[in-house]
Nanobody, 125 residues
């Protein structure tokens, strides 16, 4: 069983940065793929980024070059560094955990079996 707690959300001006953290409990953290999804008001949940147990990373096209995902297994924590934020990035960001994945399946929310409660990111223009 994995429990996930997100933090680091908040209000930032366009062009600014935030770092989200996903702290996990459970002994299997290091073997899990950890992903970030987001949901903006009135929109479907969408994939943002993921990192596998061997540090393979995956990014949505909309965040490539601006967001960086990383993990610290010693701290059971995954980070999402978000730079050059714009109003289109405004959403509730969710951390999720799933089995090891490779390729397209890593982008699918159905792959992930544990979810956090989410953290709000607000970007002012």
């Amino acid at each position: 069983q994995v429990q996930l707690v997100e933090s680091g959300g908040g209000l930032v001006q366009a062009g600014g940065s935030l770092r989200l953290s996903c702290a996990a409990s459970g002994r299997t953290f290091s073997s899990r793929t950890i992903a970030w999804f987001r949901r903006a008001p009135g929109k479907e949940r969408e994939f943002v980024s993921a990192i596998s147990r061997n540090d393979n990373t995956y990014y949505a096209d909309s965040v490539k070059g601006r967001f960086t995902i990383s993990r610290d297994n010693a701290k059971n924590t995954v980070y999402l560094q978000m730079n050059s934020l714009n109003p289109m990035d405004m959403a509730v960001y969710y951390c999720s955990a799933g089995p090891y994945c490779s390729g397209n399946v890593c982008y699918e929310h159905s792959w992930y079996d544990h979810w956090g409660q989410g953290t709000q990111v607000t970007v002012s223009s």
